[in-house]
Structure formats: structure tokens, C-alpha cells
């Protein structure tokens, strides 16, 4: 079970959590903090061939703060990224 993180808007409430991985070629450390702003791009040149606006992830997160989440985002270079959402449950 995933721990609720700090940045929970109110961490005494339950949560569900769910949660992405792959086992891709993960995302450097330095990149972690940025990754939800809109238009960041890790690999410029690798996600404008793929078609990537750089969007994705800061839509999620502004849904996910919409309805009084988090996103929590962990990644090993070499192993892959785990993209994890939480949400209050319904009281």
C-alpha cells in the first residue's frame, strides 16, 4: 500500500491510490521536480518525433488537484518510472 504523501491536501483523510509503472528508461532526478509543467520536456528532440506536446502529466496533475489529490512521481534511470495518483474517498 502506498504511503499518502505530504503533499495530501489533508493527510488524516483515507486515499485511494493508483498506480502507473514501466519499465522504460526511467528519468534522471533533476528532472523529477519540472516534469508536471506544462510543455517540459525530458528529451526535446525524442518526444517531438514521437508526437509529444509536453501537456500530458500537467493535465494530470491539475485534474488530480481538482478533485483534492496528489501525484507522486519516482523514477530509476535504467529501470523505469512509477506515476502514482491519490484521492480522497468519498466520506
Do not use: C, M, N, W
Not at 514501466?22 to 534522471?28: E, V
Amino acid at each position: 500500500a502506498a504511503q499518502v504523501p505530504p503533499s495530501f491536501p489533508d493527510p488524516r483523510r483515507r486515499a485511494v491510490a493508483v498506480s502507473v509503472t514501466d519499465s522504460g528508461d526511467g528519468i534522471a532526478r533533476e528532472h523529477l521536480s519540472r516534469l508536471t509543467e506544462r510543455f517540459y520536456r525530458v528529451d526535446v528532440g525524442r518526444s517531438r518525433d514521437l508526437g509529444g506536446t509536453g501537456l500530458g502529466l500537467a493535465i494530470v496533475k491539475h485534474i488530480v488537484s481538482h478533485h483534492r489529490g496528489a501525484l507522486v512521481i519516482d523514477s530509476d534511470v535504467g529501470r523505469g518510472s512509477t506515476f502514482t495518483i491519490f484521492l480522497p474517498v468519498a466520506e
